[in-house]
Every structure is written in structure tokens, then in C-alpha cells.
T-cell receptor, first 109, second 115 residues
């Protein structure tokens, strides 16, 4: 079983729609969680950290469910510029980072 | 200019050739990493270095070697390239003072094709 699993998508949504997707992790002792964004053929960039109580950053909301071992990302009022691959990243107990393969989101006009 | 610079950005080579990918950074970070990315797989850690005198193997170090020539420079070598090393390679840096990396800053990537 992969340490971090994501639905690869693609999630095709119209502008203005809400899109949400999850990421599951296998190690219940994992400590920290992040979402990175990767544009096509570009480098990943940190989108946001995920806090235990959930957190928002503008149109983006991240949630953590430790009991079920998943994190989620919700994008409200989708923009064309939100089209990207979103990488789920989990910090392991040895402090290294495990990356999911990514969920692709395509926002259409 | 990018804070983390990788060269070359694209390289096509043949099986058995020696290849070096170079990374330099102007962020002043102590910690540097090499990852590879393959379709359908997450980024996988090849090697990492916490300072000039510190080199550590990652998950998939076989077939690779690294050199930390200076705080700002970290190079990855493939001594004898093979086709399954065809991938997108990323260098990254982080500044976290404790053992736990938070934000990684990635270079723009080096796409390597081994024929």
C-alpha cells in the first residue's frame, strides 16, 4: 500500500464551481500535512499547510481527519488559474516527506 | 532569476553514459534535496544533505551519487545511466532549523531521457 494515495482525477469543473478531493495516508503517526500545487511541467510549490482544526486560505479550505487518516482540499469559486495538479504531502515520523502522485484539476470556461 | 537553479533543464543521453545534474541556490538554505518524479508516482527522495559535510541516502539512491560542493551547490550524478532513470528530477531546499522540513523550495526541474 502506498504511504500517500490520491485520486488522480482529472476533476473537470466549470469556472465558479466548487471542487473537493481527498488524500489518504497509511501511517497513523504521521505528524504534519501539506498541499502543494504543481502546474504542468513546472516545479511544485507549497499551497498551504493543513492544521488539525482545519484552515482556510482565501478560496482554499483544508481539512484533516486523523481518525480516518485523510486530508481534503476544497476549492471554492474555481478560477481558470486553479487548473493544476495538487500534491498531498505527509511528514512521516522520521521527518521525511512522502508525496502523493497528485490530483489533477481542470477548470473550464 | 530563480532562487533554485537546475542545469541542464533537458537532457537526452544514451545508456551507459555518465550524467551530472547541477543545482545551485541563492536562498541561503542549509538543506538541499534531490527528488525524481515519474508519471503516476509521487516525488521520491534520492539524496539529501543538511550541510556541506552531511550526505544522506533517500528512498531510491541506488544508481545515483551526489556531491555537496558548497552550501549553495548540490549535484546529482548518474554514473552509468539506464533507461529506467528517465524521469523529471527536482532539486529542492529548505531552511528549517529543526529536523522537520516544512516548506520545500524546488528548482524548475531537469528532464532526463535515457535511450
Amino acid at each position: 500500500r502506498k504511504e500517500v494515495e490520491q485520486d488522480p482525477g482529472p476533476f473537470n469543473v466549470p469556472e465558479g464551481a466548487t471542487v473537493a478531493f481527498n488524500c489518504t495516508y497509511s501511517n497513523s503517526a504521521s505528524q504534519s500535512f501539506f498541499w502543494y500545487r504543481q502546474d504542468c511541467r513546472k516545479e511544485p510549490k507549497l499551497l498551504m499547510s493543513v492544521y488539525s482544526s482545519g484552515n482556510e486560505d482565501g478560496r482554499f479550505t483544508a481539512q484533516l481527519n486523523r481518525a480516518s487518516q485523510y486530508i481534503s482540499l476544497l476549492i471554492r469559486d474555481s478560477k481558470l488559474s486553479d487548473s493544476a495538479t495538487y500534491l498531498c504531502v505527509v511528514k512521516r515520523t522520521d521527518y521525511k516527506l512522502s508525496f502523493g502522485a497528485g490530483t489533477t484539476v481542470t477548470v473550464r470556461a | 532569476d530563480a532562487d533554485v537553479t537546475q542545469t541542464p533543464r533537458n537532457r537526452i543521453t544514451k545508456t551507459g553514459k555518465r550524467i551530472m545534474l547541477e543545482c545551485s541556490q541563492t536562498k541561503g538554505h542549509d538543506r538541499m534535496y534531490w527528488y525524481r518524479q515519474d508519471p503516476g508516482l509521487g516525488l521520491r527522495l534520492i539524496y539529501y544533505s543538511f550541510d556541506v559535510k552531511d550526505i544522506n541516502k533517500g528512498e531510491i539512491s541506488d544508481g545515483y551519487s551526489v556531491s555537496r560542493q558548497a552550501q549553495a551547490k548540490f549535484s546529482l550524478s548518474l554514473e552509468s545511466a539506464i533507461p529506467n532513470q528517465t524521469a523529471l528530477y527536482f532539486c529542492a531546499t529548505s531552511e528549517t532549523p529543526d529536523r522537520a522540513p516544512r516548506e520545500l523550495f524546488f528548482g524548475e526541474g531537469s528532464r532526463l531521457t535515457v535511450l
